[in-house]
């Protein structure tokens, strides 16, 4: 086994704190990272507070992780030790489906491996532990290249807030000729504009604060909409062809379907804690509306993610931080203070 040091939580609502662990040793397909950043997602402080399901503890957070390879297994093709690498939200999957055989192992029908928190039970059935930590031991499979070209820090979130709003931008072809609204200016919503823009979409940000319209052209969008404006609504009713949808607050669907134009597409990558519900069925009919939902992409999207943003210099917008500094960090991303993600460095640790 291998030694490590992280921060974890002991219990569900506890504070994070120094843990010492161990990893498994290096098998014939895995790769060996020392994790020099780490992004922090919501989804961490939601996994520590038990809030989606009961949590596997002690548990160490983290699941946007990049770093440099120090060791490899005898079989590993793919990598070199002192390569730029990254691990994402999934650390396995049944590999047999078909979700996974059409590299969409995120949908694996057996159910897929989480980084963290969840027990790996195509391996070990062992707790599997995140980014939050010195090294990480992963199958070469579920480990990805990231290029010289990109700012490693930076890079930490397009493993989770990059590819969830790459995926659904491509499998639904947003490109050229096409009207985006992006719903919700945060960590997801600033990558979307990022994405957009780069796709060719003409962009729009659909956003209840005025004082984010200058941020907004900082980040390339084309359009700013303030949502309580009437006069500003009502120039874009009927006129999106996607809106990609961020929030993960109670919102009005209803109000949104009714900026969407005919075979328009409402984009669910947010996750509102109540759900939502829909009062007026008929636009969905009259409309030939959608609302869908995508999750993070599978392996091989997710690659083509990081090379498209090595080829368009994409990367997050962060605040790094010390861990020590984490629950500060915590607070104020619940809050929204943050423009727009988090990373941990991990020399800090």
């Not at 843990?19 to 997602?41: A, K, M, S, T």
């Not at 390569?83 to 694996?108: M, Q």
Request: glycine residues 10%; aromatic residues 8%; negative net charge.
């Amino acid at each position: 086994m291998i030694a490590a040091k992280g921060y974890a939580a002991q219990s569900a609502n506890d504070t994070l704190a120094p843990w010492n662990f161990e990893r498994r040793d290096v098998g014939p397909h895995d790769v060996q990272i020392e994790i020099l950043y780490c992004g922090v997602c919501h989804s961490d402080v939601a996994q520590i507070n038990n809030e989606w399901f009961p949590g596997i503890f002690p548990m160490v957070p983290g699941h946007e992780i990049v770093g440099r390879v120090i060791n490899v297994g005898d079989h590993v093709k793919g990598f070199k030790v002192g390569d730029l690498a990254g691990v994402g939200t999934l650390a396995n999957s049944c590999g047999t489906c078909e979700p996974c055989t059409h590299g969409l192992e995120v949908y694996c029908e057996n159910g897929v491996v989480a980084t963290y928190n969840n027990p790996d039970k195509y391996r070990d059935n062992l707790p599997t532990y995140g980014g939050y930590s010195n090294t990480i031991v992963a199958d070469e499979s579920f480990t990805l290249h990231i290029s010289e070209k990109l700012d490693l820090a930076a890079t930490a979130p397009l493993l989770c807030a990059g590819i969830t709003t790459y995926s659904p931008l491509k499998h639904w072809g947003v490109g050229k000729g096409h009207k985006l609204a992006v719903l919700g200016l945060g960590g997801l919503g600033h990558m979307a504009v990022k994405f957009g823009v780069a796709l060719g979409a003409e962009v729009t940000i659909l956003s209840s604060s005025p004082n984010k319209k200058a941020d907004a052209e900082k980040l390339g969008a084309h359009h700013f909409v303030v949502t309580s404006n009437a006069e500003e609504v009502e120039a874009v009713k009927s006129s999106f062809d996607f809106i990609i949808d961020t929030v993960s607050a109670a919102h009005d669907f209803d109000f949104y379907l009714s900026l969407l134009k005919l075979d328009g597409v409402h984009i669910v990558v947010g996750i509102p804690p109540e759900g939502f519900e829909i009062k007026n069925v008929g636009q969905l009919q009259l409309g030939r509306k959608s609302i869908v939902g995508s999750a993070v992409g599978g392996l091989p999207e997710t690659q083509e993610m990081l090379d498209f943003c090595a080829e368009h210099r994409i990367v997050a917008d962060i605040e790094l931080i010390a861990i020590k500094a984490i629950h500060a960090a915590f607070d104020r991303m619940v809050k929204g203070d943050i423009k727009y993600r988090f990373v941990i460095d991990m020399a800090t640790l």
